[in-house]
């Protein structure tokens, strides 16, 4: 009987060994399957966030210590509040931008090596814009505002008719290596002159033999995304000859360019060059005159000329900006037009012992006085710089003028120089002292209000490539943008600054950066692959 139930139990062993077997494997299986399906899900999870955030945060890794790849605050502002769409087109492959790299760095070279030198180690990273535009289209794209960015590039000799679209609405030529932006029927361009110049040696160091560069890239695209979404575009007529001669002195070419390139142009300010002696000062044309250090006086038919354009046949709405020579005085007709709207530019130097930047006494530091015809500033903080000022007095006339004291001098500052030997110097007395002044003119028609403003900046190097560029470093380019615009009813701009280009960076190549984009891919995927092995190698034990 014994014998009998030991053969049962032998004979069902196999049964049950194999039945907890395939118990065990089921177990592991499922597990195993379970894990598989979990490594996969989060795959999937992971490449969906990343598909998302790629849309809307730039997935550029900036690796350099200049930061170049970086969009400034300024311009992420402007991306993020676009009320319309922009277009950028740019005419030529985006593999031209690398190109041009190598051709400069090779031309560079070449220079020093045709005068048995050797080069420094300068870069001309142009292979940096096209990343430089991706970013505007992404931060675009994460903004409250209804515009986007999007930018195309395409190759002229393949598909010519590609810029058809745009030169209906401009009047100049779109050719191989523009960059065109437009937005509706308003069409800006860049032409491949001003892409060069999108990277170029740093002025401050030029004298030095220090050769460095900046990117002034990023302040060039957002202007232009800037004026081409601005309705209110303002025409000026930039004074530079009269009767054929330059009305200011050579040493005036850097602040004057730098207003008019870089301050105007650059913040929807169209600016025409005219001679104010031959050229008609047209209502119908222009907004507003610029007026910069005139070393001469003007004759009486010059000076009726500016005063029938700001008077506009009693409707008004004209604008002016009068910057004084420095060592110009006794310029009759001028001053008494200037009288006129109750302001007089003193025959003096105004120097500072404390509160100045630098050495000198007479780079002084402005404060403002009347925040209403500035407006908000990026960074207050920041110092108003007015080298070589002359002092802008208020003059009491019945004149009707309705004058404000903008921008003055610290209370420990004074005359430091007289410029006219027959004139006095008045009593060295310290305190605040006007430096730059706005006078208006209204005419009121029912509850129309209709107004004509002068403003005169005492200082002829205010607007020096120095200060203007070097907007985190001084406020000189905002506060005299954000003044211009209030006389004129724009709204505030932003002042985009230059970037300092590091010669030894640590920047992802190309290839980098698409390594980058495959171990985001190939992390996930290996982790899906072990679990795989370690399924299959379970199923056949």
């Known amino acids: 009987m014994q014998n009998k139930i030991t053969e049962e139990n032998k004979a069902s062993e196999p049964v049950n060994s194999k039945k907890s077997a395939m118990a065990k494997q089921l177990k592991y299986g499922s597990m195993s399957m379970?894990?598989?399906?979990?490594?996969?899900?989060?795959?999937?999870?992971?490449?969906?966030?990343?598909?998302?955030?790629?849309?809307?945060?730039?997935?550029?890794?900036?690796?350099?210590?200049?930061?170049?790849?970086?969009?400034?605050?300024?311009?992420?502002?402007?991306?993020?509040?676009?009320?319309?769409?922009?277009?950028?087109?740019?005419?030529m492959p985006r593999t031209t931008f690398t190109d041009m790299s190598a051709y400069y760095e090779y031309q560079f070279k070449r220079m020093f090596a045709q005068a048995g030198k050797t080069a420094p180690p300068i870069e001309f990273p142009y292979d940096m814009i096209p990343v430089i535009l991706d970013k505007y289209e992404m931060y675009s794209k994460q903004g409250s505002g209804k515009g986007t960015i999007s930018v195309r590039y395409v190759?002229?000799?393949?598909?010519?008719?590609?810029?058809?679209?745009?030169?209906?609405?401009?009047?100049?030529?779109?050719?191989?290596?523009?960059?065109?932006?437009?937005?509706?029927?308003?069409?800006?361009?860049?032409?491949?002159?001003?892409?060069?110049?999108?990277?170029?040696?740093?002025?401050?160091?030029?004298?030095?033999?220090?050769?460095?560069?900046?990117?002034?890239?990023?302040?060039?695209?957002?202007?232009?995304?800037?004026?081409?979404?601005?309705?209110?575009?303002?025409?000026?007529?930039?004074?530079?000859?009269?009767?054929?001669?330059?009305?200011?002195r050579n040493d005036y070419a850097d602040p004057v360019s730098t207003l008019k390139n870089e301050l105007l142009s650059k913040n929807g300010y169209v600016c025409t060059d005219v001679d104010i002696a031959t050229d008609e000062l047209d209502t119908e044309k222009y907004d507003m005159i610029v007026l910069p250090m005139p070393m001469n006086d003007f004759s009486e038919e010059i000076i009726s000329k500016l005063g029938d354009f700001l008077y506009n046949d009693e409707k008004y709405g004209k604008n002016m900006l009068y910057i004084?020579?420095?060592?110009?005085?006794?310029?009759?007709?001028?001053?008494?037009?200037?009288?006129?709207?109750?302001?007089?530019?003193?025959?003096?130097?105004?120097?500072?012992?404390?509160?100045?930047?630098?050495?000198?006494?007479?780079?002084?530091?402005?404060?403002?006085?009347?925040?209403?015809?500035?407006?908000?500033?990026?960074?207050?903080?920041?110092?108003?710089?007015?080298?070589?000022?002359?002092?802008?007095?208020?003059?009491?006339?019945?004149?009707?003028?309705?004058?404000?004291?903008?921008?003055?001098?610290?209370?420990?500052?004074?005359?430091?120089?007289?410029?006219?030997?027959?004139?006095?110097?008045?009593?060295?007395?310290?305190?605040?002292?006007?430096?730059?002044?706005?006078?208006s003119k209204e005419h009121a028609v029912q509850l129309d209000v209709y107004r004509s403003s002068i403003f005169v900046l005492g200082s002829s190097f205010f607007t020096n490539s120095e200060y203007i560029a070097r907007t985190s470093t001084y406020n000189n380019a905002n506060v005299l943008l954000n003044i211009l615009n209030t006389m004129t009813g724009k709204e505030n701009g932003a002042v985009i600054p230059e970037k300092a280009l590091q010669s030894a960076v640590i920047a992802p190549t190309k290839e980098q950066d698409n390594g980058i984009k495959a171990i985001i891919i190939a992390i996930p995927a290996l982790v899906a692959a072990v679990g795989l092995v370690v399924l299959i190698r379970r199923r056949n034990r």
């Open 34 to 91: 379970i894990t598989l399906i979990l490594v996969v899900a989060i795959v999937v999870v992971i490449n969906i966030m990343v598909s998302v955030m790629d849309k809307r945060t730039p997935m550029k890794i900036d690796l350099t210590p200049d930061k170049r790849y970086d969009l400034s605050d300024e311009t992420i502002d402007v991306l993020k509040g676009l009320d319309k769409d922009v277009e950028i087109l740019i005419t």
């Open 155 to 248: 190759d002229l000799n393949t598909d010519p008719d590609a810029i058809s679209k745009y030169s209906k609405n401009y009047n100049g030529e779109i050719s191989k290596g523009s960059m065109v932006f437009s937005s509706g029927d308003n069409v800006r361009v860049l032409s491949e002159a001003d892409i060069q110049n999108m990277i170029m040696p740093d002025q401050s160091t030029v004298k030095s033999g220090v050769y460095s560069l900046v990117f002034a890239g990023e302040s060039t695209i957002t202007s232009n995304i800037m004026n081409v979404i601005d309705s209110h575009i303002v025409n000026v007529a930039f004074v530079q000859t009269m009767n054929g001669e330059s009305i200011y």
């Open 324 to 439: 004084p020579d420095l060592a110009a005085i006794n310029l009759t007709n001028i001053d008494e037009f200037l009288a006129d709207w109750s302001i007089k530019v003193e025959p003096w130097v105004l120097a500072d012992q404390k509160n100045i930047i630098g050495n000198s006494p007479t780079n002084i530091l402005l404060s403002i006085a009347d925040k209403e015809s500035v407006g908000a500033l990026p960074n207050e903080s920041l110092p108003i710089v007015a080298p070589y000022t002359r002092e802008v007095s208020v003059l009491t006339k019945n004149n009707q003028s309705v004058v404000k004291e903008v921008l003055k001098s610290s209370d420990e500052s004074g005359p430091y120089s007289i410029l006219d030997e027959e004139a006095e110097l008045p009593e060295a007395k310290l305190g605040a002292r006007n430096v730059g002044v706005k006078s």
